[in-house]
């Protein structure tokens, strides 16, 4: 929003909607936008005197976001009782705050962030291209913030007794740590953030371009949202008898991956990539083992396989150099390790891919 008050100059201005007796509004000159929920849905729903429909897909509803903070849109795909599908696509010209009251979360929420960041209730960055599990109670917090930019979000809205009952069909039990959540434990609220993996981004982008129409279209996408469900609570029961990562602790296994990936042909020693981001090493091995389902140096050797992998396919590079440059001094020992990881050697997969 912008603002002619001062001057006649137009500049950028913080709208701060307070909740009190006479529901009032004040303003104040900076670069954010602070507001709370309630008024949030206040402003979205004077800007949608009723859902809008979608042509295409009837079954769908449209909210537009509120042209105050932004431009977009929200949709929701109402499937079963009990799961809906929601994306939201906007564009935000100034960062939100949100002023949040402690509440506790009927549905549990399954969050995929495909484009955008910003902070979570304890100031934890979000970043694109993980995911969420939210439920239980919802802390009250100023810190939540939406950043500048394009967001792309796409979640899971399943009712608690619907999924106890699509995982007790198959004879499993809810994970703990998500029966806590639903049980409105505080501590419980976000639920180990992880990488949104190929599988998940395969799932997510057939929801966004589902081809079907009608009742197929409808079982179609419940077939992703099991599918995602599942990917996703596979993350959450990986590792059960381990202490779960702090979200603090999450940022530095993130940094601990960049700098490993930067330096595949010398990588630093678990000791010393622990230092450098800050954290120690059990805490560096255990984060890597919760985040990307291997070892620090297990994360490594794939990488350094794939990019072997990507290299030889150019066809440009004889194989010594790959070697050299993924790290490896002896031809015969990366031979060995491109074998035991794709059942042939490096040459012969060289050749036959470029045939």
Known sequence: MWCDACGGQSHRIDVIYLINSDRHCTVQHTMTINITVYDFWDLRKAANQKFLIDP???????????KELGAGYYRWIRLREGITIEILETYLPQSIKWITHAHHQNSLEFGFILAGSGQDFDGQRTKSGEDYI???????????????????WVSLIIKPETLRTLIESYGEQLPQDIEKAIAGVPEYFNLRPSLITPAKQVALQQILHCPYQGLTRKMYLESKVLELVSLKLADQVAMPTEKLLRLQEIDPIHHAREILLRNIGNPPSLIDLARQVGINEYTLKRGFRQ??????????????????KQLLLSGQIKVEQVAQIVGYVNRSRFASAFRKKYGINPKAYQTQKNI
Do not use: K, W
């Open 134 to 152: 939210f439920g239980g109670v919802y802390p009250q917090s100023n810190n939540s913030i939406d950043e500048a930019g394009n967001l792309r």
């Open 56 to 66: 295409i897909h009837p079954q769908d509803y449209l909210c537009r976001y509120p």
């Open 291 to 308: 985040i990307f389902g291997t070892t620090v140096f297990g994360y490594l050797h794939d990488y350094r396989m794939e990019q072997a």
